[in-house]
């Protein structure tokens, strides 16, 4: 069984932001360091309010970027690795519609 849990390093611990529920005492783990994930916005030429902007702005995509729908871009660069340029390439999601100039094609999973 494998469960992520987020955590911080301070003074030689690791210390849990939230315990995983029924992680039974001396559980082996493996940690990876993942850095302070900061970005230095100035050498980017952004300020507070432009960032804050862009944050908000951004926000609005949240609940569709993390919807289900949205996994078939997780492997994305891999799919596509064959095509050349000027393949035409879609992308086809349940229960949805695909419009050319001629015909409509209806996506149903039942």
């Known amino acids: 069984m494998r469960v992520a849990a987020e955590g911080v390093y301070r003074r030689g611990r690791i210390e849990l932001i939230h315990v995983p529920e029924n992680m039974p005492e001396n559980t082996r783990v493996i940690v990876t360091f993942l850095g302070s994930g900061a970005i230095d916005l100035q050498t980017r030429e952004i300020d507070e ?38 393949d035409v390439v879609s992308v086809l999601y349940p229960n949805s ?14």
């Open 49 to 86: 309010n432009a960032a804050a902007e862009l944050r908000a702005r951004l926000g609005r995509f949240a609940e569709d970027w993390e919807s289900p729908e949205m996994d078939v871009y997780d492997d994305y660069d891999a799919a596509h690795a064959g095509c050349r340029r000027g």
């Open 97 to 110: 519609e695909y419009r050319t100039k001629s015909k409509t094609i209806v996506i149903s999973i039942t």
